[in-house]
């Protein structure tokens, strides 16, 4: 690695993880190795807190995650909040209701949790990703029967939503153009896809971009220090901020074209071929 680079942010879903959900070993090693030189290697994901293998990066040397897409900085030894970016009740609810009027599936992340609409519970098989994420979105999430309400009742305070929509017959993606419209006329959100035709929204001006300035800044590490890895729309944000951006094999071609340098998929540890192929720089 060259000696600036002092900070690597890794995406997890098409980039740290394999299609399984699952870390290969020679990610794995790859991380010791920049951690034993004194690198901070930090997790730069849309997931929630609880949706991070905590205890499996800590002891890879991992400290700390941007989650929610720049929402919510936490660190691992004492599972902090360092800084979080939320959406309030009065302006998601209003936004829920609309939204539940559509046949899409919904997510709220809250406090490092996840919340899910009751009635998208029996239909998780029937959304496109791999088996693997459907598996990860049954067990972390906490279902209620009307979210808005869940919400404003407790007055609780939303890091991220996330929609995913079903394929229809044609192809494409029930309500999916509906949304980008109604999400469109709304300058107090900022929306990405995360990934598999989902739409996620943030407070507006929230990214994973300013997750990384802001744990930069509590870390002191300057962002000319830095390096990303990604591979969907929602990493574009930090891979234009840090130093060196770094695309996956199986990235989109808008996230390509923006890199410094393309590694192998997800699925041949590309993530370990980045961060062997800047430590033999050294």
Same mark, same amino acid.
């Given at each position: 690695?060259?000696?600036?680079?002092?900070?690597?942010?890794?995406?997890?879903?098409?980039?740290?993880?394999?299609?399984?959900?699952?870390?290969?070993?020679?990610?794995?090693?790859?991380?010791?190795?920049?951690?034993?030189?004194?690198?901070?290697?930090?997790?730069?994901?849309?997931?929630?807190?609880?949706?991070?293998?905590?205890?499996?990066?800590?002891?890879?040397?991992?400290?700390?995650?941007?989650?929610?897409?720049? %929402?919510?900085?936490?660190?691992?030894?004492?599972?902090?909040?360092?800084?979080?970016?939320?959406?309030?009740?009065?302006?998601?609810?209003?936004?829920?209701?609309?939204?539940?009027?559509?046949?899409?599936?919904?997510?709220?992340?809250?406090?490092?949790?996840?919340?899910?609409?009751?009635?998208?519970?029996?239909?998780?098989?029937?959304?496109?990703?791999?088996?693997?994420?459907?598996?990860?979105?049954?067990?972390?999430?906490? =279902?209620?029967?009307?979210?808005? %309400?869940?919400?404003?009742?407790?007055?609780?305070?939303?890091?991220?939503?996330?929609?995913?929509?079903?394929?229809?017959?044609?192809?494409? =993606?029930? %309500?999916?153009?509906?949304?980008?419209?109604?999400?469109?006329?709304?300058?107090?959100?900022?929306?990405?896809?995360?990934?598999?035709?989902?739409?996620?929204?943030?407070?507006?001006?929230?990214?994973?971009?300013?997750?990384?300035?802001?744990?930069?800044?509590?870390?002191?590490?300057?962002?000319?220090?830095?390096?990303?890895?990604?591979?969907?729309?929602?990493?574009?944000?930090?891979?234009?901020?840090?130093?060196?951006?770094? %695309?996956?094999?199986?990235?989109?071609?808008?996230?390509?074209?923006?890199?410094?340098?393309?590694?192998?998929?997800?699925?041949?540890?590309?993530?370990?071929?980045?961060?062997?192929? =800047?430590?033999?720089?050294?």
């Amino acid at each position: 690695m060259s000696k600036n680079i002092r900070l690597i942010a890794l995406d997890m879903d098409g980039t740290l993880f394999n299609t399984q959900s699952e870390i290969t070993e020679e990610n794995q090693q790859a991380i010791r190795a920049a951690c034993d030189r004194g690198v901070t290697v930090v997790i730069s994901t849309g997931r929630p807190y609880i949706g991070l293998p905590k205890e499996q990066l800590f002891a890879l040397g991992v400290q700390y995650a941007i989650t929610t897409n720049g %929402a919510a900085l936490y660190r691992f030894a004492d599972d902090a909040l360092l800084h979080a970016d939320y959406m309030t009740p009065e302006l998601i609810c209003p936004m829920i209701e609309e939204l539940q009027k559509k046949d899409i599936h919904m997510d709220a992340f809250i406090d490092g949790g996840c919340y899910c609409v009751a009635s998208c519970r029996d239909k998780i098989d029937l959304l496109s990703m791999p088996a693997s994420i459907r598996e990860y979105i049954k067990k972390t999430r906490v =279902f209620v029967p009307d979210l808005a %309400a869940y919400i404003r009742e407790r007055q609780l305070s939303v890091q991220k939503m996330t929609l995913n929509f079903y394929r229809q017959s044609d192809g494409s =993606f029930l %309500a999916r153009d509906h949304v980008i419209q109604y999400l469109s006329a709304h300058d107090a959100v900022s929306f990405v896809s995360g990934g598999y035709h989902n739409i996620e929204f943030t407070k507006y001006g929230v990214t994973k971009g300013t997750g990384l300035k802001n744990l930069c800044g509590q870390l002191q590490i300057p962002l000319s220090e830095t390096m990303a890895c990604g591979d969907t729309e929602n990493d574009i944000p930090i891979l234009t901020t840090a130093a060196v951006a770094v %695309a996956m094999g199986n990235a989109t071609p808008e996230v390509k074209e923006i890199a410094d340098f393309v590694t192998l998929t997800n699925d041949e540890s590309g993530v370990a071929k980045a961060i062997n192929h =800047f430590l033999c720089q050294e």
